[in-house]
C-alpha cells in the first residue's frame, strides 16, 4: 500500500521552531516532487511550499518565506518542512503531498 505518513507537529511557543517530517512508502518518492499543504479551522487548504524531484527547485508562498525550509532525503523516502519564528497565523493541519498521494496531516499548534 502507497502512503505518506507526516508526523513531527505539536504545540510550540509563538517565535518557536518546528521541524515536520513525512515518510513514504509504497512507491518512488525521488520521482516526484513534493509539496506541503495546510488548513486552519473554517479556512481552505492553501500551499505551503514544494520542492523538485532532485531539491534543485523549491517555491513558497509569500506567507512563509524566508521561515519555512523544505528538503527531502530520496535514499530516506522522507520529505522535511523546518518551520521557523511561527506565529499564530501558521497554526493548522499540515499536510504533505507526492504524485497522487497524500498524508493524514499533523496537527501545529502555536501559542503561549
Known amino acids: 500500500q502507497s502512503k505518506l505518513e507526516e508526523s513531527g507537529g505539536g504545540l510550540v511557543q509563538p517565535g518557536g521552531s518546528l521541524t515536520l517530517s513525512c515518510e513514504a512508502s509504497g512507491f518512488t518518492l525521488e520521482y516526484y516532487a513534493i509539496g506541503w499543504f495546510r488548513q486552519a479551522p473554517g479556512k481552505k487548504r492553501e500551499g505551503v511550499g514544494c520542492?523538485?524531484?532532485?531539491?534543485?527547485?523549491?517555491m513558497y508562498a509569500d506567507s512563509v518565506k524566508g521561515r519555512f525550509t523544505i528538503s527531502r532525503d530520496n535514499a530516506k523516502s522522507m520529505v522535511y518542512l523546518d518551520m521557523n519564528n511561527l506565529t499564530a497565523s501558521d497554526a493548522a493541519v499540515y499536510y504533505c503531498?507526492?504524485?497522487?498521494?497524500w498524508g493524514q496531516g499533523t496537527q501545529v499548534t502555536v501559542s503561549s
Open positions: 520542492l523538485s524531484t532532485n531539491g534543485g527547485t523549491t
Open positions: 503531498n507526492s504524485h497522487v498521494y
